[in-house]
């Protein structure tokens, strides 16, 4: 199974600099050393709460914002210097489906006019060529083809992100992005777009980024799993691995935290979350203030992404495994 993406040391800083004044400004660390290897035909989810980074580094992935620092590849080919080249080469190997479906839809133009747009401008397409991959594509989603000459008002949420996932497809990319896709639709139509996701990609031969808060989903539909905290990977491992046997401390927490129809209490923290100030990072591990097994080296010390069977994970005193400072830790 050959790479189809790869992520070195990605850096988002944000802010930063001096003032006219001659100050300098405050700088905000969204992503801080992201690395991640995607096989092609994998679905990788990549999963944290709010403001943990992974909306900016699905951004960064697609070409929509750039590192500070580090390097992205797509086939082995470095991306950024191949949008530098001609930014429609990158548009043509990784497209974006985005998290609200109908304001990503332009208002004023039809969806033929949307979907036609990268047939025309990224491969060039003929009336003809356009028309046949129109009908394609609207067979694909199922849709009907007599919503191309509707405006984007006129579709329910479920139906545009129907429509988003075409246009996403319709630049003929194989590695698709999609962040928090289903996260504003009601529950039943979230069922319907992953099953349609999971056919398209086994239909087209796609690799997925699956960005999501929601512990479910990103179980149902991933093969691997990522989880970040304050702009990091914490824990990296097999969807089956992970869920079975979480070795980071936040992972726990997060599983302990996700409501199921019919299953267990929610366990909420027993005091108020402490995050990390995004503006000052702290030396060592940034989930040291909330989490029960911390101890001063914490934090005073940055632990690495260290492996240990099918999973690795970024704790001094990881669960169900020998610590990473040889100590030892208990479940």
Not at 8 to 29: C, K, P, S
Not at 78 to 92: E, H, V, Y
């Amino acid at each position: 199974m050959s790479v189809a993406l790869e992520a070195e040391g990605l850096i988002r800083v944000f802010g930063g600099g001096r003032t006219l004044l001659g100050g300098r400004r405050a700088a905000v660390h969204a992503v801080q050393g992201v690395d991640l290897v995607v096989q092609e035909g994998e679905t990788l989810g990549v999963v944290g709460e709010s403001g943990c980074g992974k909306s900016t580094l699905a951004r960064m992935l697609v070409g929509l914002d750039r590192p500070t620092f580090g390097t992205i590849k797509l086939d082995g080919r470095d991306a950024g210097a191949l949008a530098g080249r001609d930014p429609r080469a990158l548009a043509r190997q990784v497209q974006y489906v985005f998290q609200d479906p109908v304001a990503s839809l332009n208002p004023r133009k039809t969806i033929r006019q949307t979907l036609e747009t990268p047939m025309r401008r990224l491969l060039g397409l003929d009336a003809a060529a356009r028309r046949a991959q129109l009908a394609q594509l609207m067979q694909a989603v199922s849709l009907r083809e007599e919503f191309l000459d509707r405006y984007p008002h006129e579709f329910s949420g479920g139906q545009a992100q129907r429509i988003g996932i075409a246009r996403a497809l319709a630049a003929d990319a194989r590695i698709i992005v999609l962040d928090e896709p289903v996260s504003a639709l009601d529950v039943s139509v979230q069922a319907q777009v992953l099953n349609l996701l999971d056919r398209l990609k086994r239909e087209f031969g796609l690799t997925y980024v699956f960005i999501s808060h929601d512990l479910s989903v990103i179980e149902s539909v991933c093969d691997r799993v990522a989880v970040m905290y304050f702009g990091r990977i914490v824990e990296l491992g097999t969807a089956r691995e992970l869920f079975s046997r979480p070795r980071h401390p936040y992972t726990a927490l997060l599983m302990r935290s996700a409501p199921t129809p019919g299953g267990r209490r929610i366990e909420a923290e027993s005091e108020p979350a402490e995050l990390p100030d995004p503006f000052n990072p702290p030396a060592g591990c940034a989930f040291a203030s909330r989490c029960p097994r911390a101890d001063e080296f914490c934090r005073m010390q940055r632990p690495a992404l260290e492996a240990a069977g099918g999973s690795a994970a970024a704790c001094w005193h990881p669960l169900g495994g020998p610590a990473l400072d040889g100590t030892g830790a208990d479940d």
